[in-house]
């Protein structure tokens, strides 16, 4: 019976643990994918989850709108309603993922910008309280291709001519870009188009089906050192996509431009990449024959102070340096010997170039005797700036600080509805304008998408290496879909996430309150057996201490019972000897089992020795003694024995 009891002990503690284990409490959250791209026309899929242990609850997705909120959809029960434009245009299914998680799996057959695209709200609402979370479906189309137009491809030096940049452009709304690739005697030396003017504010309108139609104008005054150059324009998007979109860009336009000087002033290339190419600046004659001879060509450049200062000149075919200190950093070769062949080039070694020292303006001049009835002659170019371009490099990574609070923390967990401020600094290149962008990734979503938030941006300062340097800080509320939610930020980016350059990332996690078992539903599955294995064994343990405990009473009990029961057989043994007719000097005396013999110790205290083999020898004399005035035979004495034996077991 008391193994049955135990066994019984231990199956109760291992339910009652279980049972401990499915009450602990299970917050109510939603979690929803925090951006959802669609292409137009296309089909998109997603899913939203609510965790509830409210059978009774109801959960609703409501569309935010200037004029309020539309209520697109409202589950109650596994079961769905949606409103009129829904119901046509997507399916809507639920099902349950354990006892407390049900999810809302939506499809939408045909993405419309006017139908589906905005910002969203998705609330539960149960007994416990009620939870919500943002999502944003944001809609996508590929752009046509681009077209590119000039209102003169033939122009004078310092005409200005107007480039047109038309098309659709596909949504969302793009920024606008004009490139040039430079050309020298017909010949492409820089094969990579740059580019030299954008606008992310561009012309054009949205059309019905909300795609962009661009038409956009560039205003441009070509140099000399813009003849034979070929132009283009493209497009890019502010904000950060997780789709790859096909590129736009268009046709190409060259321009064959005058010039009515004769001394001509260009660089090679116009936009430098820093540290990547040399820094070459060439005066040459456009003329030659309207020279009967020349005197000397002069090399100027424009300091930091804003004068123009002479840098070298070549008479003859002597070289003469004005600027000790560019002599150690530059090499120079030119002739004056005849005007056909008359030059002057300087060419500054890319690891010597200082930045932005040596991107400023230069200036040509000459001085010579005309043809026919000129005579001397002298003339000065228009200055002309060599650019440079640099790709940023590094960046901060993210601090993060509890929005008011002032003061950056190392925590990356926080509780459903803290808002917090990401802050990142860094490079962004040669590009004054330039921004460092956000994007995100929740957990389980498989690529970056931009933030809808707005960042704030600080002033540019200059940094070393030719590199502008700015932060930028975007304020975002925590919610239950935070489970696990990684941030980028980064600079020198093209269209889509996680194409910078310069680039970092922080992760924050959703902090969930102490009753709360877990974030997922496998998660408090998991949770919900391990309380209840650890609460069944804090039970069994217990259970087993009792048991040990009662076990050990009952066995020191039972001892006591068997000691009083010997000492009534071995007195009813000797009075039934005594009655069968025995001599009174062989009449069995009677035997008084003592509760307990003196120790050693006690004897010496009261009898004055110690000697243990003494008292061993005493104790056996008497019990032979007695055995023989009792008159017992051996095999009487066995079986007492045995008898002895049989009752302590």
């Given at each position: 019976?008391?193994q049955n009891?135990?066994?019984?002990l231990?199956?109760?503690?291992?339910?009652?643990?279980?049972?401990?284990?499915?009450?602990?409490?299970?917050?109510?959250?939603?979690?929803?994918?925090k951006?959802?791209?669609?292409k137009l026309?296309?089909?998109?899929?997603?899913?939203l989850?609510?965790?509830?242990?409210?059978?009774?609850?109801e959960?609703?997705?409501?569309r935010?709108?200037?004029?309020g909120?539309?209520?697109?959809?409202?589950?109650?029960?596994?079961?769905?309603?949606?409103?009129?434009n829904w119901t046509?245009?997507?399916?809507v299914?639920?099902s349950?993922?354990?006892?407390?998680?049900?999810?809302?799996?939506?499809?939408?057959?045909?993405t419309?910008f006017v139908?589906?695209e905005?910002?969203?709200v998705?609330?539960?609402?149960?007994?416990?309280g009620?939870?919500?979370?943002?999502f944003t479906?944001?809609?996508?189309?590929?752009?046509?291709?681009l077209?590119l137009?000039?209102?003169?491809r033939?122009?004078s030096?310092g005409?200005?001519?107007?480039f047109t940049?038309?098309g659709?452009?596909?949504r969302?709304?793009p920024?606008?870009?004009?490139?040039?690739?430079e050309?020298?005697?017909g010949?492409?030396?820089n094969?990579?188009?740059?580019?030299?003017?954008?606008?992310?504010?561009?012309?054009?309108?949205?059309?019905?089906?909300?795609?962009?139609s661009?038409?956009?104008?560039?205003?441009w005054?070509?140099?000399w050192?813009?003849?034979?150059?070929e132009?283009?324009?493209?497009?890019?998007?502010?904000?950060?996509?997780?789709?790859?979109?096909?590129?736009?860009?268009?046709?190409?336009?060259?321009?064959?431009?005058?010039?009515?000087?004769?001394?001509?002033?260009?660089?090679?290339?116009?936009?430098?990449?820093?540290?990547?190419?040399d820094?070459?600046v060439?005066?040459t004659l456009?003329?030659?024959?309207?020279?009967?001879?020349?005197f000397?060509l002069?090399?100027?450049?424009r300091s930091?102070?804003g004068?123009?200062n002479?840098?070298?000149?070549?008479t003859?075919a002597?070289?003469?340096?004005?600027d000790q200190?560019?002599?150690?950093?530059?090499?120079?070769?030119?002739t004056?010997?005849?005007?056909?062949?008359?030059?002057l080039s300087?060419?500054i070694?890319?690891?010597s170039?200082q930045?932005p020292?040596?991107?400023?303006?230069?200036e040509?001049?000459l001085?010579?005797f005309?043809?026919?009835?000129?005579?001397?002659?002298?003339?000065?170019?228009?200055?002309v700036?060599v650019?440079?371009t640099v790709?940023?490099m590094?960046?901060?990574?993210?601090?993060?600080?509890?929005?008011?609070?002032?003061?950056d923390t190392?925590?990356?967990?926080?509780?459903?509805?803290?808002v917090?401020?990401?802050?990142?600094?860094g490079?962004i290149?040669?590009?004054q304008?330039a921004?460092?962008r956000?994007c995100?990734?929740?957990?389980?979503?498989?690529?970056?998408?931009?933030?809808?938030n707005?960042?704030?941006?600080s002033?540019?300062t200059?940094?070393?290496n030719?590199?502008?340097?700015?932060?930028?800080?975007?304020t975002?509320n925590?919610?239950s879909?935070?489970?696990?939610?990684?941030?980028?930020?980064?600079s020198?980016?093209s269209?889509?996430c996680?194409?910078?350059t310069?680039?970092?990332?922080?992760t924050?996690?959703?902090?969930?309150?102490?009753s709360?078992?877990?974030?997922t539903?496998?998660?408090?599955?998991?949770t919900?057996?391990?309380?209840?294995?650890?609460?069944?064994g804090v039970?069994?343990l217990?259970?087993?201490?009792l048991v040990?405990v009662?076990?050990?009473?009952?066995?020191?009990k039972?001892?006591?019972?068997s000691?009083?029961?010997?000492?009534?057989?071995?007195?009813?043994?000797?009075?039934?000897?005594?009655?069968?007719?025995?001599s009174?000097?062989n009449q069995?005396?009677?035997?008084k089992?003592?509760?307990?013999?003196?120790?050693?110790?006690?004897?010496k205290?009261t009898?004055?020795?110690?000697?243990?083999?003494?008292?061993?020898?005493?104790v056996?004399?008497?019990?032979?003694?007695?055995?023989?005035?009792?008159?017992?035979?051996?095999?009487?004495?066995n079986?007492?024995?045995?008898?002895?034996?049989?009752?302590?077991?």
């Open positions: 019976m008391e009891t135990f066994t019984a231990i199956l109760f503690s291992v339910f009652f643990g279980g049972s401990i284990a499915q009450t602990v409490p299970v917050t109510t959250y939603v979690t929803t994918p951006v959802i791209e669609a026309g296309e089909e998109a899929r997603f899913y989850t609510y965790t509830t242990p409210d059978n009774s609850s959960f609703t997705v409501s935010l709108g200037a004029n909120t539309e209520e697109i959809l409202r589950v109650v029960d596994l079961t769905v309603t949606t409103n009129a046509m245009a997507a399916n299914q639920t349950a993922v354990d006892g407390d998680t049900r999810r809302v799996n939506v499809t939408i057959y045909q419309d139908t589906h905005g910002d969203y998705a609330m539960v609402t149960g007994s416990d009620a939870a919500q979370d943002l479906i944001r809609t996508l189309a590929s752009p046509d291709q077209s137009s000039v209102s003169s033939d122009v030096e005409t200005p001519i107007q940049c038309s659709n452009t596909g969302p709304e920024v606008v870009h004009l490139l040039q690739r050309t020298y005697n010949t492409n030396q094969a990579t188009f740059h580019r030299v003017l954008s606008d992310t504010s561009p012309s054009g309108s949205f059309l019905e089906n909300g795609t962009f661009l038409s956009h104008n560039f205003t005054t070509p140099t050192q813009d003849n034979l150059v132009f283009r324009c493209d497009i890019s998007y502010n904000i950060g996509l997780g789709t790859a979109l096909s590129s736009a860009q268009s046709n190409q336009i060259t321009l064959n431009v005058t010039s009515t000087k004769i001394i001509q002033i260009e660089t090679k290339p116009q936009i430098v990449r820093y540290k990547e190419e820094l070459v060439v005066c456009n003329k030659p024959e309207t020279l009967q001879n020349l000397f002069q090399l100027k450049r930091p102070s004068t123009l002479n840098v070298v000149s070549v003859g002597t070289i003469q340096w004005q200190t560019l002599q150690n950093r530059a090499n120079v070769t030119g004056v010997a005849s005007p056909p062949t008359a030059h300087m060419v070694r890319k690891d170039v930045c020292l040596d991107f400023t303006e230069y040509c001049s001085s010579g005309g043809t026919g009835a000129t005579g001397a002659f002298s003339e000065i170019t228009d200055p700036k650019s440079y790709q940023p590094l960046i901060e990574t993210p601090k993060v600080r509890e929005a008011g609070s002032g003061v190392s925590q990356r967990e926080f509780r459903n509805g803290t917090i401020e990401l802050t990142c600094t490079q290149g040669s590009d304008n921004t460092i956000w995100a990734k929740t957990a389980g979503a498989p690529t970056f998408t931009g933030l809808s707005a960042a704030v941006h002033m540019t200059s940094g070393p030719c590199q502008n340097i700015r932060s930028s800080t975007v975002y925590i919610t879909s935070d489970i696990r939610t990684e941030f980028l930020c980064e020198g980016y269209s889509q996680n194409s910078g310069a680039k970092q990332f922080v924050i996690s959703l902090d969930l309150p102490s709360t078992t877990s974030t539903p496998e998660a408090e599955s998991n919900g057996l391990i309380v209840g294995a650890v609460v069944g039970v069994v217990i259970v087993i201490i040990l009662y076990f050990l009473i009952l066995r020191r039972s001892a006591g019972e000691s009083t029961d010997l000492s009534n057989d071995n007195t009813t043994k000797a009075s039934s000897k005594s009655s069968s007719g025995g009174t000097n069995i005396p009677e035997i089992i003592q509760p307990r013999k003196k120790t050693n110790k006690e004897v205290d009898e004055g020795y110690d000697n243990e083999a003494l008292d061993e020898e005493r056996a004399r008497t019990q032979n003694g007695a055995r023989e005035s009792m008159g017992l035979s051996n095999g009487h004495s079986g007492v024995a045995d008898e002895h034996v049989n009752v302590r077991m």
